[in-house]
T-cell receptor, first 111, second 113 residues
Framework: NAGVTQTPKFRVLKTGQSMTLLCAQD?????MYWYRQDPGMGLRLIHY???????AKGEVPDGYNVSRLKKQNFLLGLESAAPSQTSVYFC??????????FGPGTRLTVT | GENVEQHPSTLSVQEGDSAVIKCTYS??????FPWYKQELGKRPQLIID?????GEKKDQRIAVTLNKTAKHFSLHITETQPEDSAVYFC????????????FGSGTRLQVQP
């Protein structure tokens, strides 16, 4: 049981490049979330999903897209990276109860 | 939407002293309040949580209190140890809608040996 995993762990992009972050969970959780964490701040919700095939916007969705084609995977895409998207990205999942399980994070730098 | 304010932003205590971190939330519909500990370079780890039908919960040296009327909740750490040094985040969630956590901005706790 690996819990929540994220790929990659680190990435450096140039402005305008695109990439996809992968979140996978093996706990059969319905809910999945993408957060970003900037220095000195709490985690802010980018997008979320309440089930396979569904996605919705969070607090800071601009510049990101997501897809949840399979229940266990939640993908976060950056179509044209900007320096303002330099951050640590955390994925999380949870069952019907409240406790969220976080992935180890992806550190993204956009130059 | 929900807004969670947390203070202080930094807290320094001597080993063995108590530490208290406070949070206020805006949405009276919120009904679940977890606290996370995050060490440098690591993911947030749940340390304690409380639901809105409970006023206080304790787990060894850690306790959380909730005042629904005033819409605030607090984390209490007693007999602090150097390994308690980390950033602590409070959060709140509603039982409806997106059911996603809204986080406070964090408190950096430093326990001086």
């Amino acid at each position: 049981n690996a819990g929540v995993t994220q790929t990659p762990k680190f990435r450096v992009l140039k402005t305008g490049q695109s990439m996809t972050l992968l979140c996978a969970q093996d706990m059969n959780h319905e809910y999945m979330y993408w957060y970003r964490q900037d220095p000195g701040m709490g985690l802010r919700l980018i997008h979320y999903s309440v089930g396979e095939g569904t996605t919705a916007k969070g607090e800071v969705p601009d510049g990101y897209n997501v897809s949840r084609l399979k229940k266990q995977n939640f993908l976060l895409g950056l179509e044209s990276a900007a320096p303002s998207q330099t951050s640590v990205y955390f994925c999380a999942s949870r069952p019907q109860s409240y406790e969220q399980y976080f992935g180890p994070g992806t550190r993204l730098t956009v130059t | 939407g929900e807004n969670v304010e947390q203070h202080p932003s930094t807290l320094s205590v001597q080993e063995g002293d108590s530490a208290v971190i406070k949070c206020t939330y805006s949405d009276s519909a919120s009904n679940y309040f977890p606290w996370y500990k995050q060490e440098l370079g690591k993911r947030p780890q749940l340390i304690i949580d409380i639901r809105s039908n409970v006023g206080e919960k304790k787990d060894q040296r850690i306790a959380v209190t909730l005042n629904k009327t005033a819409k605030h909740f607090s984390l209490h750490i007693t007999e602090t140890q150097p390994e308690d040094s980390a950033v602590y985040f409070c959060a709140a969630i509603m039982d409806t809608g997106r059911r996603a956590l809204t986080f406070g901005s964090g408190t950096r706790l430093q326990v001086q040996p």
